[in-house]
């Protein structure tokens, strides 16, 4: 299976601060990710996917990039409905596997 | 809008056998192919199953293989998760996703509100 990893496992922002979070494939996947948003006791909700197509609906504050195995989502400007915890998901391969998780908490 | 509503979860035993079923409104459930996903607090998302849109092409991971099985009901706007040979480590909160195509791409682009399932003796 591919393993996703995702960094850092927790970050500390603050209301109009710019957040990365980083995700890395065991192997190559191609441009076969996607983003998920999930608040508490709500399901995710699609962010991006094919590593930088924004799903209708979603704020452009909202982007994704890729550089080889590596993926990056990036909000540019923290909003308070944003604190959640993020996800990415390899679309690749059977299974689709998922990081662990990027908690986006209130410093 | 779309609506995906899972029904069907509990607390089983170990061994037991339980069903759980997913509505759709809002969309063409025959334009869609259908996943499950299951989340539990230790372990994070777990892809579960995927049948295609019109049922012909099914695929498992590897730790569900011969103990699960999905299935839809286009008429009835359905589908549907028979879990057998249930264990512990099953234990977790089962979530029905749309792919956002028609075709089998992995992408989920709405997904239910959840049901508990709790194995224990």
């Known amino acids: 299976d591919i393993q996703m990893t995702q960094s850092p496992s927790s970050v500390s922002a603050s209301v109009g601060d710019r957040v990365t979070i980083t995700c890395r494939a065991s192997q190559p996947i191609g441009s076969w990710l996607a983003w998920y948003q999930q608040k508490p006791g709500k399901a995710p909700k699609l962010l991006i996917y094919g590593a930088s197509t924004l799903q209708s609906g979603v704020p452009s504050r909202f982007s994704g990039s890729e550089s080889e195995t590596d993926f990056t989502l990036t909000i540019s400007s923290l909003q308070p409905e944003d604190f959640a915890t993020y996800y990415c998901?390899?679309?690749?391969?059977?299974?689709?596997?998922f990081g662990q998780g990027t908690k986006v908490e209130i410093k | 809008q779309v609506q995906l509503v899972e029904s069907g979860g509990g607390v089983v035993q170990p061994g037991r056998s339980l069903r759980l079923s997913c509505g759709v409104s809002g969309f063409p459930l025959s334009s869609y192919s259908m996943h499950w996903v299951r989340q539990t607090p230790g372990e994070g998302l777990e892809w579960v199953a995927v049948?295609?849109?019109?049922?012909?092409?099914?695929h498992y991971a590897d730790s569900v293989k011969g103990r699960f099985t999905i299935s839809r009901d286009n008429s009835k706007n359905t589908l549907e998760l028979q879990m057998n040979s249930l264990r512990p480590e099953d234990t977790a909160v089962y979530y029905c996703a749309r792919d956002l195509e028609k075709g089998i791409d992995y992408y989920l682009d709405y997904w239910g509100q959840g049901t508990l399932v709790t194995v224990s003796s």
């Open positions: 049948i295609s849109f019109d049922g012909s092409a099914k």
């Open positions: 998901q390899q679309a690749h391969s059977l299974p689709a596997t």
